[in-house]
């Protein structure tokens, strides 16, 4: 009888293992994968970050941590969510706390006039907290973020959406309870997840013209919102740990609601005695060239101006040591090398002219652009977007034939006047960056089958091979480290009226 019954219990509990182990690998195919290639990074590091960037969507396309690694050596990660209030990003910074211990905190401002402490979207409470595994930190913060009246009173009028995902402290802590019924969306990436090459961050492509109307820095929101308190609480938190703190208003064109919030942090950082950049009072990005979308959020051109500005300014004001010879960090070598090949293949996925002219800027690479068709030079968001690459708008006429950024370079050198008539003549000019040369072998004669070919070259180093006689009005030839990335081919005509720049037919090549 004895026998019989230790059977039973150790066969209830070799049940109970496989259930348990079932439902964790059942748990870790269903859930989406958004927040676990977010984190992956962050949690396969041993090692102590030097920087974290809070907040929001904002800090996602603003705060690029593989660029101040390069230049800079900071070891930083990217924590900002998607619609993060400061409530969420408290919870979020808390729950980071407990794997690592930086020298700094960058806590971005936006969004303190809310005194709701989550966003009405709940899949973003998942983004935020679905990696970090189940500890008293990640119960305090699903207990305290599900107690949310003010969101619950604004759903129940309208104010705010209902979300399509019961808001539940259960679906937080167990998230298969949630996405068990995933079945019929399960894809490629929930077997091999996709890694988040960025350190969090997320580049967003695209590039819109927008506008601000800016306000007097002395008019200011009124305090006491339930964002200001978390975030006091996340500054004397930091405080209490001996990590230091630097606010931040990361530019976007704002309206007036926003200029308002970021004006009133300047007098919570001077309480608390710490640093602040309202990038709203700084001319560090381009409305005409530096913006996903017309409201709120950078594209890679903007994020790279802010993370060099960020970069700068951490490295003077905080004692943030330059990882770059520390064997400890040798692995974030190989993790530039895949960012940069990342951005190779969003450079070679591009259609659009204005996104692919937009992602050239602050690049470390060597661009060289031959413009065929003269039109294009009438359009003055296209004339922006060449001046963001680093030429001198001054010095671009109806007659420039090239526009030619070497890496290492500020300044782009214009060049005007090379190309002519002549089918066989060798056309070179001396410049800042040295002789630049272009080869017209109009004929055919030195490349037999190629009539109308034509080559530029940079002290004897050929970067561009194009052909007179095709379609293409703009060849672009982008290179790093002596190797060809792209050479992209844009087909297109300016309309007379709008001089709307219409491109036809893109070849990458």
């Given at each position: 009888?004895?026998?019989?019954?230790?059977?039973?219990i150790l066969s209830c509990f070799v049940t109970l293992c496989l259930t348990v182990c079932i439902l964790g690998r059942l748990t870790d195919l269903m859930?989406?994968?958004?927040?676990?290639?977010?984190?992956?990074?962050?949690?396969?590091?041993?090692?102590?970050f030097n920087v974290l960037f809070m907040g929001t969507s904002h800090v996602i396309n603003a705060v690029q941590p593989m660029e101040l690694w390069d230049?800079?050596?900071?070891?930083?990660?990217?924590?900002?969510?998607?619609?993060?209030?400061?409530?969420?990003?408290?919870?979020?910074?808390?729950?980071?706390?407990?794997?690592?211990?930086?020298?700094?905190?960058?806590?971005?401002?936006?969004?303190?006039?809310?005194?709701?402490?989550?966003?009405?979207?709940?899949?973003?409470?998942?983004?935020?907290?679905?990696?970090?595994?189940?500890?008293?930190?990640?119960?305090?913060?699903?207990?305290?973020?599900?107690?949310?009246?003010?969101?619950?009173?604004?759903?129940?009028?309208?104010?705010?959406?209902?979300?399509?995902?019961?808001?539940?402290?259960?679906?937080?802590?167990?998230?298969?309870?949630?996405?068990?019924?995933?079945?019929?969306?399960?894809?490629?990436?929930?077997?091999?997840?996709?890694?988040?090459?960025?350190?969090?961050?997320?580049?967003?492509?695209?590039?819109?013209?927008?506008?601000?109307?800016?306000?007097?820095?002395?008019?200011?929101?009124?305090?006491?919102?339930?964002?200001?308190?978390?975030?006091?609480?996340?500054?004397?938190?930091?405080?209490?740990?001996?990590?230091?703190?630097?606010?931040?208003?990361?530019?976007?064109?704002?309206?007036?609601?926003?200029?308002?919030?970021?004006?009133?942090?300047?007098?919570?950082?001077?309480?608390?005695?710490?640093?602040?950049?309202?990038?709203?009072?700084?001319?560090?990005?381009?409305?005409?060239?530096?913006?996903?979308?017309?409201?709120?959020?950078?594209?890679?051109?903007?994020?790279?101006?802010?993370?060099?500005?960020?970069?700068?300014?951490?490295?003077?004001?905080?004692?943030?040591?330059?990882?770059?010879?520390?064997?400890?960090?040798?692995?974030?070598?190989?993790?530039?090398?895949?960012?940069?090949?990342?951005?190779?293949?969003?450079?070679?996925?591009?259609?659009?002219?204005?996104?692919?002219?937009?992602?050239?800027?602050?690049?470390?690479?060597?661009?060289?652009?031959?413009?065929?068709?003269?039109?294009?030079?009438?359009?003055?968001?296209?004339?922006?977007?060449?001046?963001?690459?680093?030429?001198?708008?001054?010095?671009?006429?109806?007659?420039?034939?090239?526009?030619?950024?070497?890496?290492?370079?500020?300044?782009?050198?214009?060049?005007?006047?090379?190309?002519?008539?002549?089918?066989?003549?060798?056309?070179?000019?001396?410049?800042?960056?040295?002789?630049?040369?272009?080869?017209?072998?109009?004929?055919?004669?030195?490349?037999?089958?190629?009539?109308?070919?034509?080559?530029?070259?940079?002290?004897?180093?050929?970067?561009?091979?194009?052909?007179?006689?095709?379609?293409?009005?703009?060849?672009?030839?982008?290179?790093?480290?002596?190797?060809?990335?792209?050479?992209?081919?844009?087909?297109?005509?300016?309309?007379?009226?709008?001089?709307?720049?219409?491109?036809?037919?893109?070849?990458?090549?």
């Amino acid at each position: 009888m004895m026998l019989r019954k230790i059977k039973i219990i150790l066969s209830c509990f070799v049940t109970l293992c496989l259930t348990v182990c079932i439902l964790g690998r059942l748990t870790d195919l269903m859930e989406r994968k958004d927040s676990r290639s977010k984190y992956a990074d962050f949690f396969e590091q041993k090692d102590n970050f030097n920087v974290l960037f809070m907040g929001t969507s904002h800090v996602i396309n603003a705060v690029q941590p593989m660029e101040l690694w390069d230049d800079y050596g900071i070891v930083s990660y990217n924590l900002g969510g998607h619609g993060n209030r400061i409530a969420t990003t408290y919870w979020t910074m808390e729950n980071a706390l407990d794997y690592t211990t930086p020298d700094l905190v960058v806590i971005d401002c936006y969004s303190v006039a809310y005194s709701m402490k989550s966003y009405d979207i709940f899949s973003f409470i998942h983004l935020s907290l679905d990696a970090f595994p189940l500890s008293p930190t990640k119960v305090k913060a699903i207990w305290d973020l599900l107690d949310d009246p003010v969101l619950e009173e604004n759903i129940a009028s309208g104010k705010a959406k209902k979300s399509d995902e019961p808001r539940t402290k259960i679906g937080l802590l167990w998230d298969y309870s949630v996405y068990h019924s995933r079945w019929m969306e399960l894809t490629e990436n929930d077997f091999e997840p996709e890694e988040n090459l960025e350190k969090g961050a997320e580049s967003r492509i695209n590039v819109v013209r927008s506008t601000m109307e800016k306000i007097d820095s002395s008019i200011k929101m009124k305090g006491g919102t339930l964002s200001e308190d978390y975030l006091r609480r996340m500054i004397e938190d930091c405080q209490s740990r001996g990590i230091n703190v630097l606010l931040t208003y990361l530019p976007f064109p704002a309206p007036e609601s926003k200029q308002r919030e970021a004006n009133f942090i300047s007098d919570l950082a001077e309480e608390y005695g710490v640093n602040y950049i309202n990038f709203l009072d700084l001319d560090v990005i381009d409305l005409d060239t530096d913006c996903y979308d017309d409201t709120s959020h950078l594209n890679p051109s903007g994020a790279r101006k802010v993370t060099a500005y960020l970069g700068d300014y951490i490295t003077r004001n905080y004692p943030v040591m330059d990882q770059r010879h520390n064997l400890t960090y040798s692995s974030w070598y190989d993790d530039y090398r895949e960012y940069v090949e990342l951005k190779n293949e969003n450079l070679k996925s591009q259609e659009k002219l204005k996104s692919y002219l937009m992602l050239l800027s602050g690049e470390k690479a060597d661009i060289v652009i031959d413009v065929r068709n003269k039109d294009l030079y009438k359009n003055e968001w296209m004339m922006d977007l060449l001046v963001n690459i680093g030429a001198a708008r001054e010095e671009i006429t109806e007659n420039t034939d090239f526009i030619i950024k070497m890496n290492g370079h500020d300044k782009a050198v214009v060049i005007d006047g090379v190309r002519n008539d002549d089918p066989g003549v060798t056309n070179a000019i001396e410049t800042e960056i040295g002789t630049v040369q272009l080869n017209q072998d109009w004929t055919g004669t030195e490349h037999e089958g190629e009539e109308g070919y034509y080559s530029v070259s940079v002290n004897g180093k050929e970067y561009l091979t194009g052909n007179s006689k095709d379609q293409f009005g703009l060849n672009i030839s982008v290179s790093r480290d002596d190797m060809r990335v792209d050479t992209a081919r844009f087909a297109y005509v300016v309309d007379p009226n709008s001089l709307e720049v219409i491109v036809s037919e893109t070849v990458h090549e």
